[in-house]
């Protein structure tokens, strides 16, 4: 299972929006709407942003939201704040109680 | 506060074995089924494994199949994971993260470097 799609990076000055794409295939991201999105600051454990494409676990700002097209998931952060810099992954179901992540995006606050 | 706690990491030579485990805290163990989730030196998330919340059912990367062994001690409230014939591309930060939906992984643990190297 090859690692899903993801662009190196991203930037934005604050208070802009940047989205950050997540291209799998017909078998993984176009196949189920269970893709999930994690933010990782340097040297510390992955955080849960988004599960099942779009929902928001409690405690993460609703200026972070998700979406899928097809064979591509989505992720969005409006507003952006010096803290949303980090790196984020995108992570599918691909069936047979297996997954698949992304190769992930570094997000950065100009 | 829920709490996964990971050990067992080291320098360890190619082909030979580690264990690592995840002490959980928090909440009700035995009612989530629980993974592990590599990274290597400034690289990538990778899926490691899955098992159930009683330990029935076992998944497994391919790139891992038939040389680790997830496995989990409900009254210890501890998960493990068995690496067997080691490589040096198994070198990563291993985190054990628990299940929710299924389908997603909230919260993780601080991770456990492994090296393998001679």
């Known amino acids: ?18 989205t950050i794409s997540c291209t799998g295939t017909s078998s993984d ?3 189920y709407n269970y893709v999930s999105w994690y933010q990782q600051h340097p040297d510390k454990a992955p955080k849960l942003m988004i599960y099942d494409v779009s929902k928001r676990p409690s405690g993460v700002p609703d200026r972070f939201s998700g979406s899928k097209s097809g064979n591509t998931a989505s992720l969005t952060i409006s507003g952006l704040q010096a803290e949303d810099e980090a790196d984020y992954y995108c992570c599918s179901y691909v069936g047979s109680y297996t997954f698949v992540f992304g190769t992930g995006t570094k997000v950065s606050v100009l | 506060q829920v709490q996964l706690v990971e050990s067992g990491g080291g320098v360890v030579q190619p082909g030979r074995s580690l ?22 030196p400034g690289k990538g998330l990778e899926w490691v494994a899955i098992i ?5 059912n076992k998944y497994y990367a391919d790139s891992v199949k038939g040389r680790f062994t997830i496995s989990r001690d409900n009254s210890e409230n501890t998960l493990y ?5 080691l490589r040096a591309e198994d070198t990563a930060v ?25």
Do not use: E, K
Request: charged fraction near 10%; hydrophobic fraction near 30%.
């Open chain 1, 1 to 18: 299972q090859s690692a899903l799609t993801q662009p190196r990076s991203v930037s934005g000055s604050p208070g802009q929006s940047v």
């Open chain 2, 94 to 118: 291993y985190y054990c993260a628990r299940g929710i939906t299924g389908t997603s992984f909230d919260p993780w643990g601080q991770g456990t470097l492994v090296t393998v190297s001679s």
């Open chain 2, 52 to 56: 159930w919340y009683d330990g029935s």
């Open chain 1, 29 to 31: 991201v176009g196949d």
């Open chain 2, 19 to 40: 264990r690592l485990s995840c002490a959980a805290s928090g909440f009700t163990f035995n009612d989530y089924g629980m993974h592990w989730v590599r990274q290597a």
């Open chain 2, 81 to 85: 994971l068995q690496m067997n014939s």
